[in-house]
């Protein structure tokens, strides 16, 4: 029989398939099992790969420096075909909103494969935010046969599109199973925090840590300058905080970073993308975050670290409707404005700073690994 095949190609994918691929080994056997990393990212997600123990079955090796969209879409069509029509899976798992997603849900659709969408159902209703995955997400979930949605809202935006019922399962998000999986680890072994406390001897326990990202493509520009112009203010204004910001190896976000911060760096500390386990450790050790990632949205809620949500609109409400985060966009001014409230009220952070997980219990990846076998 064939086997199930699992598709990913960036960061955020394969953090959120790690469980899915561990729960489908456990649930179908190693052999049902097959692994395709189609490297639309390279550095970024061999990181994961490596502290996950992941050794894909296929590395497409695709990623370009600068690479166009089209153009990856091109070689990831050609890619999966060549695959699927070696061993033609008996399934398909996709995740997320990625080209990769995209181009793995099209190419299974036209072979006529099922495909099985991971994290279903998000939607922000503007095409072009985010841009290109609202997009992608949409078009996944039309042709999946199966829709994983992570949240009763997610479910409810893909009843509103007349998405058959019996294809809308609620499982949590993925995201919450690594998390939990790497922050419960990170706690049960001092050996490793101790590691990491060393790592990052150069931040001062007795500033208050602002950890940021960003590299949405609707920001590059005036977006994510905006950003980096409310970080040099924030850092000339407040001598209680640091900044750490793992910058994103997309040279278009790298280009403006450098340009506003690259002078600044007094108390801004730039650094390359972090491996997930350091990044999780100053998740927790942070005092607010400041990002436009998805993933991030998921996370900071069940960590207790308020977010400020460098986007004008987000597909994760849920986070915002707990009051744990905040919408703020890109504007500098308003940046600014929204920090220094969180750092001078502290009834405010308090209320902000409490965790709850909206996105998932932990578990979503033994739900998703079940219902496929199901169909298998
Ligand atoms: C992609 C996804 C986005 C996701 C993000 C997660 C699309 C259209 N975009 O955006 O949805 O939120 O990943 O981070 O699928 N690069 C490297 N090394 C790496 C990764 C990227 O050098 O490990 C550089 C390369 O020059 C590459 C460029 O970044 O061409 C852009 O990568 P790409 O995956 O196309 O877009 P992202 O902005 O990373
Ligand atoms: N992350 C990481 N290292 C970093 C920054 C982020 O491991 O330096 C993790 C983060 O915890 C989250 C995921 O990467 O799980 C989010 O990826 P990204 O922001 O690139 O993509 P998005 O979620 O926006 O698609």
């Known amino acids: 029989m064939s086997a199930v095949f699992v598709i990913f190609g960036t960061r955020p ?14 649930t179908l056997g190693e052999d049902a099992v097959r692994v395709v990393s189609t490297a639309q990212h390279r550095e970024m997600l061999d990181q994961v790969l490596d502290l996950f ?27 999966l075909n060549d695959i699927f029509l070696k061993e033609w899976p008996a399934r398909v798992v996709v995740q997320g909103d990625t080209t990769t997603c995209f181009a793995g849900a099209l190419a299974a659709f036209h072979m006529g494969i099922p495909v099985d969408h991971v994290e279903a159902g998000l939607r922000t209703g503007d095409l072009l935010a985010p841009f290109p995955e609202e997009m992608n997400r949409r078009f996944c979930d039309l042709v999946s046969s199966e829709c994983y949605a992570a949240t009763e809202k997610a479910a409810a935006a893909l009843r509103a599109e007349n998405v058959d019922e019996q294809k809308i399962h609620v499982t949590g998000n993925t995201v919450i199973d690594a998390l939990l999986q790497m922050r419960n680890n990170l706690r049960a072994n001092t050996e490793v925090t101790k590691e990491l406390d060393e790592k990052f001897s150069f ?3 007795n500033k208050k840590l602002i950890l940021v990202t960003g590299h949405r493509r609707e920001s590059f520009g005036e977006g994510i300058r905006g950003i980096c112009r409310a970080l040099v203010e924030i850092s000339e204004q407040r001598s209680d905080v640091e900044i750490f910001y ?21 108390r801004i500390f730039l650094g390359e993308p972090l491996d997930y386990q350091s990044f999780v450790y100053l998740m927790d050790r942070s005092y607010l975050i400041l990002s436009d990632s998805g993933g991030i949205q998921e996370e900071a809620p069940a960590l207790d670290r308020p977010l400020l ?13 707990a009051g744990v985060a905040k919408l703020v966009g890109t504007k500098t001014k308003t940046i600014v404005r929204e920090v220094v409230t969180l750092l001078d009220d502290v009834c405010l952070y ?21 219902i496929i076998k199901s169909k298998l």
């Open 350 to 370: 308090k209320e902000m700073a409490h965790a709850i997980n909206p996105f998932g219990d932990g578990r979503a990846a033994q739900r998703i690994a079940a």
């Open 309 to 321: 949500v460098l986007r004008e609109k987000s597909e994760r409400m849920e986070a915002m409707e």
């Open 53 to 79: 123990g992941i050794k894909p079955d296929y590395d497409l090796n695709l990623m370009k420096a600068n690479q166009s969209l089209n153009g990856l879409c091109a070689d990831l069509l050609k890619g």
């Open 13 to 26: 994918e394969a953090i959120k398939l790690a469980p899915v691929v561990w729960a489908l080994k456990s």
């Open 203 to 205: 931040l001062n326990q």
């Open 246 to 266: 793992p910058v994103h190896l997309n040279p278009n976000v790298r280009t403006a970073v450098e340009e506003v911060i690259g002078q600044h760096t007094d």
